[in-house]
Each structure stands twice: as structure tokens, then as C-alpha cells.
């Protein structure tokens, strides 16, 4: 009999993690859930674990009892702790957004256990750190983001490539103009006319903020200079991201606008199964694939991300959480969606940049920077 993987999901009842359990169903003989961490949706999560049943299930909601389920129930951050200690596991998928997701990534590396990574902050704020003692402790990292998942399936050696270009859709404001940008509503920001995602993810992607993220990750996961990573406008979403090889030789990857086929490739790396999309695409239903150059001046976010990346030290974790709670404002209504990157801007002209941070530091940082941000969002 086949060995099952053994993995744990933390932000199990998000977007990520309510897909990754849809491709864990369909390949139900290959995987054994050790645990489950959810955030407040006590509901959710109770139903996860009594459909999948893992071993210990987490949650971070004060005063909620999760019911008849037979898992060990941890709590909060030593619960997180725990799961991310527990060598038990052959593989962690670090499913949940924000800065939530670097501890637990940092204790898992600490313990040996492969990281399928779907937490675009863990790298954002502390890329150096975390890609230094993944090496150190031989632990491989795997992305799960479309793009960075489709780099890694092209790559066979670093060192003969020559440059990373990474797709963006254009999100829901490509062919608006920017008058139509600050005028837009929550509603039109959150529509997204290829991926279905979570509501933070999705301004950023209104904003290309998701793509100067991208940006900064693909730089500490593949060990490239910013000036070698180029974004490039492909509405589709067909195209996942490509490489070109010194010799001029281009490899891309292609696939259905799902992130079913990325979370099944990370966490059965190096194997490949039958899964949830297998069979589905078709190169004449597909029929045209355009690619176009991104608009720096409607979309300043890119210029920040690099800007930020290329600075170094804790740039990236101002931008970051600047444009976490900027974000969280105008999803409460306070701001308007350009003002986002305003706010960004503005932070990154204020923040005295550390080199080479501490964890301590950067969660410092990051604190510092979000109380700033609310303040200024209070000023609006």
C-alpha cells in the first residue's frame, strides 16, 4: 500500500485552504490531514474537521467551542506552535494571509518540514531570513501562487536563466481609465474577471499591488535580481509565467485560471496525480493569448514594489503592512481605492529603512508601520 503524505493546513477555512481540502478529496487516497488552523470561522472549521478529521484542529475565536469532533482542539499562536513542531508532518501548507503566516513558516523550517507556501508576506517581510534557513535546514519550499508555481515548474537549472516574466491579468480596472479608478466602488474592485479569491488579495490584484508582491517573492524564491523579473499584462490567464533561458529559449507554463492545479502541484511536489482540472484545457477553446506591457503610471504600485525591493532591508515590510491597512480602509469604505497606493507612497517616503532586520525587528516594523498607516487613514 501506497505511503500517505501526511499534511497540515494553516488557514484551512480560507480561500486556499477550502481549495486545498477540494484537492485532498479528490486525491483521498494520498494524503493524511494531521491538523487544521482556521482563524474565526468556527463553523467552517468544525465542519472541515469532522468531514476530514484530522489529529488537532486550531482556532483563534475567543469563547467558541468547536462540537463532536474528536480532534484535540488547540488555540492561538502556541497552537499554530504546536502543529508547526510536529515532525509528524511530511508537509505544511501555509495557507493563511497576512503576517500571521511567518511564524508558523519559520518553526516549521526550524523543524525539518517542507513548506507549501501560499503566504506571499512570509516572504515580503522576511525573504532573507526565511530562504537562508530553509537552506540551512534542508527544507524545500514550494510556492503555491499561479505564477511563482508556474516558474517552478519551468526551471531546471537557475543558472542558465536569464530572466523571470511573471503574467498579470490586469485585474478589473485594465481597460478603465484612472478616473474611473477613483471613482470605483468596493463592489467593482472585488469583481475579478478570471480568479476567484479572497477580498484582500482581490483589491491588491484591482491595485497590480498583488503583482509587486509577486515580484518581491519570485526575487527571494529563485534568487534573482529585480532588474531580471518583468511583469507583463496577459488578460487571459492562460499563460501562468515564463523564463527565458540565456540561449534566448522561452518555457512557459499554461493552464485553466484555477488555483486547484497549483495547491495539487505544491503539495504533491515532485509527483503528479489525475486531479480536480485534469483533461479540461484546450488550446482552440483558448483561442488568443495577449500580452501587453503593464502601465507604470496608472498602476504606481509596481514602481513601489520594486522600488521597495531593490532598497532592501525593511522597504518591503513597510510596503507591506502599509498597504495591508490601507486596504482594510477602503474595504471598510474610509479611503478610495487610489488612495491606497497614495497612502503606500507616502509611507515609504517616511520609513527610515534597517538593513538586514531581525525577526524581532521586523514584526517592530511592521507594528510601527500599521499603527502610522491607521492614523494617516484616520486623516483622510
Request: net charge negative; proline share 3%; with cysteine.
Amino acid at each position: 500500500m501506497e505511503k500517505k503524505r501526511k499534511i497540515s493546513i494553516i488557514g484551512s477555512t480560507g480561500s486556499i485552504g477550502t481549495q486545498a481540502l477540494e484537492v485532498i478529496e479528490k486525491l483521498n487516497d494520498k494524503f493524511e490531514i494531521i491538523a487544521l488552523a482556521g482563524g474565526n470561522n468556527v463553523e467552517l472549521l468544525e465542519h472541515q474537521a469532522k468531514k476530514f478529521k484530522p489529529k488537532y484542529v486550531c482556532h483563534n475565536a475567543n469563547g467558541k467551542v468547536l462540537n463532536e469532533i474528536s480532534a484535540e482542539i488547540l488555540h492561538g499562536e502556541e497552537g499554530l506552535e504546536q502543529i508547526c513542531s510536529n515532525k509528524e508532518n511530511d508537509i505544511l501548507l501555509i495557507a493563511c494571509s497576512g503576517r500571521i503566516g511567518l511564524k508558523p513558516t519559520l518553526k516549521a523550517i526550524e523543524n525539518g518540514i517542507d513548506i507549501a507556501l501560499a503566504n506571499k508576506e512570509t516572504l515580503v517581510m522576511a525573504g532573507d531570513i526565511v530562504m537562508k534557513k530553509a537552506r540551512e535546514n534542508g527544507v524545500k519550499i514550494i510556492p503555491v501562487d499561479s505564477e511563482h508555481c508556474a516558474i517552478h515548474q519551468c526551471i531546471k537549472d537557475i543558472r542558465q536563466v536569464d530572466k523571470l516574466i511573471i503574467t498579470a491579468s490586469g485585474g478589473p480596472f485594465l481597460r478603465k481609465s484612472i478616473e474611473e479608478m477613483q471613482k470605483a466602488t468596493v463592489k467593482e474592485a472585488l469583481a475579478h474577471p478570471r480568479w476567484h479569491m479572497g477580498k484582500k488579495i482581490t483589491v491588491d490584484s484591482a491595485t497590480l499591488m498583488n503583482k509587486g508582491l509577486e515580484i518581491i517573492e519570485a526575487h527571494h524564491l529563485f534568487g534573482m535580481d529585480y532588474d531580471d523579473i518583468e511583469v507583463v499584462i496577459h488578460p487571459q490567464s492562460i499563460v501562468h509565467s515564463a523564463i527565458e533561458y540565456k540561449d534566448g529559449s522561452v518555457v512557459a507554463q499554461l493552464g485553466l485560471p484555477s488555483m486547484h492545479i497549483p495547491i495539487q502541484y505544491a503539495i504533491t511536489y515532485p509527483e503528479r496525480f489525475e486531479g480536480i482540472e485534469s483533461k479540461s484545457f484546450s488550446f482552440a477553446d483558448a483561442a488568443r493569448l495577449d500580452f501587453e506591457k503593464p502601465d507604470f503610471k496608472k498602476f504606481p504600485a509596481l514602481g513601489f514594489a520594486y522600488h521597495a525591493g531593490r532598497t532592501g532591508g525593511t522597504a518591503t515590510v513597510c510596503l507591506n503592512a502599509a498597504n495591508e491597512e490601507a486596504v482594510f480602509a477602503f474595504l471598510d469604505g474610509k479611503i478610495t481605492l487610489c488612495q491606497i497606493v497614495e497612502i503606500v507612497e507616502k509611507m515609504l517616503l517616511e520609513h527610515k529603512v534597517i538593513q538586514n532586520p531581525s525577526i524581532d525587528e521586523i514584526f517592530e516594523v511592521d507594528n510601527n508601520v500599521r499603527m502610522l498607516t491607521k492614523k494617516m487613514v484616520a486623516s483622510y
